[in-house]
């Protein structure tokens, strides 16, 4: 079963390189008014609210456009994010009820910036039910605390203490005209309004480093990279470059989707409140009833053997969809900060020119459309109003506790990984997958990887860096490709017969 996702599965995969010159490719001496890095849901609409303002933009992407979260998501665009809302309002307390309530304008001003964008663009997108609903009798007051935090804050949702869904559920609360779409047909059209709007595009170029003269920002990478913008915005999932540890305070966290072809799909999105979570919601592909079900999260390379989890998912789903036809299975993964709320802003000083916006918690379809519209806004001089109140970065005394946990786990991470002796050469796995000329060492922090059976890809436990069977990036704060084994006699040192 394929491991891509069923947005880029049914459209087949696009070239990491484009196949012919580029007509949109950077000319070499010219200075951009912003350089964003990352093709994902948060550089494109940077991109976008910029050349709409009328700025000069240069996008460069590592892979291709939605190569890694974006393009792998549920495509939930919703303002009730499962229990988010209650599990900040314990994090933050009263004092930070103001951050909170310009958290959830933030999801609210990017559901509509998304409808307008699709309605506009003609992407299909489809009001549904946003449903956070307890799975069992002791997930409901998680659930109730979900609905009075949901509704303290603002938003309009309604209590059902009998719900009606098509998996056992015991209470739920509901927000009405919330938007399913698919992701990868967001990025494409994203990408063509960024084209007609004057924006260019690099593909296949990872950028490594900046180097600052004066007002202008040099982006530096592979082969030979070296494009200049007056403003850079890191739009890298995790940031790439990273004067100020962003990477310390973030927690990689990956989750597991599969899609299933179903004759009856659900009309609803929904997410029960209990560990394990499951999300699930319907939609269409190809002209078919489309369920897609997701959870079993955990941090990146650690815990127990990625294609188990998999297996957890596909059993909850015959004992509760048994019509389901599995289509793709794959994982993706975002970044938790310490206070659970997005880092976006400024890198190093208040007046840098270069800015980071990561921390989605697995809801960037709206918190990344937020962070694009903030950042794009800070440029233009036209700043959103939720911004100052949300983006604050100031370290506080109160996430200690929350920063050491991060770092105890980064450390058990790799005591695990070192444990189950994954320095070793590669497994058998790898070696037919055509991992037998990588060293498992990760080029950012020197972590020990870990082989992710269900991806067939190195795993790094510390910052959740990936790389590919061959050693190539393919996510994470590593710019780097993994070592060579050097070959003895024919072989890869170390590779298993
Ligand atoms: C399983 C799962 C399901 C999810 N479902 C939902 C959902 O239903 N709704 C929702 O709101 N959110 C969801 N999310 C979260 C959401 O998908 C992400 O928050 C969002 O896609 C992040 O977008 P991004 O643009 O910041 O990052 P990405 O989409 O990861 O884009 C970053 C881009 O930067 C490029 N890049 C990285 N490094 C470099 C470099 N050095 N040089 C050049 N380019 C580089 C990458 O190749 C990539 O294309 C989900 C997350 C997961 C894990």
Redesign the pocket.
């Known amino acids: 079963m394929s491991a891509e996702s069923v947005w880029w599965q049914h459209r087949g995969h696009p070239p990491t390189q484009p196949a012919d010159p580029d007509p949109g490719q950077a000319g070499p001496d010219e200075t951009f008014d912003t350089v964003v890095?990352?093709?994902?849901?948060?550089?494109l609409t940077t991109a976008l609210a910029l050349v709409r303002a009328g700025r000069s933009v240069l996008v460069?992407?590592?892979?291709h456009?939605?190569?890694?979260?974006?393009?792998?998501?549920?495509?939930?665009?919703?303002a009730l994010q499962g229990t988010t809302l209650s599990s900040l309002t314990s994090q933050h307390g009263s004092g930070g009820r103001r951050r909170l309530e310009a958290y959830v304008e933030s999801s609210l001003a990017a559901l509509d910036w998304v409808a307008a964008f699709c309605e506009e663009t003609g992407v299909p997108a489809q009001r549904r039910d946003a449903v956070t609903y307890a799975a069992a009798p002791e997930e409901v007051p998680t659930v109730r605390d979900e609905h009075e935090a949901a509704a303290s804050l603002g938003l309009d949702v309604a209590w059902r203490g009998t719900p009606d869904l098509p998996v056992p559920a015991h209470a739920a609360t509901v927000l009405a005209d919330q938007l399913q779409l698919d992701?990868v047909a967001l990025v494409l059209a994203l990408l063509d309004r960024v084209r007609a709007g004057g924006g260019r595009l690099l593909t296949g170029?990872?950028?490594?480093r900046l180097r600052q003269r004066g007002e202008v920002v040099h982006v530096l990478?592979e082969d030979g990279l070296d494009v200049r913008g007056e403003h850079v915005v890191l739009?890298?999932?995790t940031p790439?470059v990273d004067r100020r540890l962003h990477f310390a305070r973030l927690t990689p966290?990956?989750?597991?989707?599969v899609a299933y072809r179903h004759p009856a799909p659900p009309e609803v999105m929904a997410l029960s409140a209990g560990s394990p979570g499951r999300s699930w919601r319907g939609g269409e592909v190809d002209g078919s009833g489309l369920l897609l079900v997701?959870g079993e999260g955990h941090e990146t390379g650690r815990g127990r053997r990625e294609s188990t989890r998999v297996d957890r998912l596909r059993s909850w789903t015959a004992e509760h969809f048994p019509d389901a036809v599995e289509l793709a299975a794959w994982?993706?993964?975002?970044y938790v900060s310490l206070d659970g709320l997005p880092l976006v802003g400024g890198l190093g000083s208040p007046t840098s020119r270069v800015s980071v916006?990561?921390g989605?918690r697995?809801?960037?379809?709206?918190?990344?459309v937020a962070a694009g519209l903030a950042l794009a806004g800070e440029q233009t001089g036209a700043p959103v109003p939720w911004a100052r109140d949300l983006y604050t970065r100031a370290p506080r005394l109160r996430d200690l506790p929350a920063f050491l946990g991060v770092q105890a786990g980064v450390a058990a991470g790799e005591v695990g990984s070192l444990a189950r002796g994954v320095r070793r050469p590669p497994s058998r796995a790898a070696t037919e997958a055509g991992g037998c000329a990588a060293l498992p060492v990760c080029t950012h922090l020197g972590g020990t990887l870990r082989w992710n059976d269900h991806e067939q890809t190195y795993d790094c436990p510390l910052h959740g860096s990936r790389f590919s069977a061959d050693g190539e990036v393919l996510?994470g704060p590593a710019?780097r490709s993994l070592a060579r084994l050097p070959r003895r006699g024919g072989r890869h040192a170390g590779e298993t017969t």
């Open positions: 890095v990352g093709a994902g849901v948060t550089g460069v992407e590592a892979r456009p939605g190569a890694v979260t974006t393009g792998r998501t549920t495509g939930k665009v919703s992701p170029r990872r950028v490594q990478g739009a890298t999932g790439v966290q990956r989750s597991y989707l997701g994982s993706a993964q975002d916006a990561t989605y697995k809801w960037g379809l709206t918190s990344g996510e710019t």
